[in-house]
């Protein structure tokens, strides 16, 4: 199998954490990256809720750590720094 090229890293190791939905229903449908909700169902009191577009979605993270002897400094990541992988 070939990784993606955002998840080829020589300056940190990569994780692979998956979620499963466990049929999570919302109210409204769901844009969001990891619980996107688009499959409308109705229940028997005529209400409305959307289900999961998958059953499991996952998230890549690079970790990097620092040895005690380097300086240890914290900053946010900005927009140009977070890539978002898609499959």
């Given at each position: ?37 688009h499959f409308e169902g109705h229940d028997g ?33 900005t927009p140009s720094q977070v ?5």
């Amino acid at each position: 199998m070939e990784l993606l090229p955002e998840m080829k890293r020589e300056d940190a190791d990569v994780e692979l954490v998956f979620v499963k939905k466990n049929n999570v229903a919302f109210t409204h449908p769901a844009e969001d990256l990891i619980f996107s909700a688009h499959f409308e169902g109705h229940d028997g009191l005529n209400n409305t809720f959307y289900l999961s577009d998958s059953s499991v979605s996952g998230v890549a993270c690079a970790q990097q750590v620092r040895r005690p002897e380097e300086r240890i400094g914290f900053h946010a990541l900005t927009p140009s720094q977070v890539s978002v992988l898609r499959h």
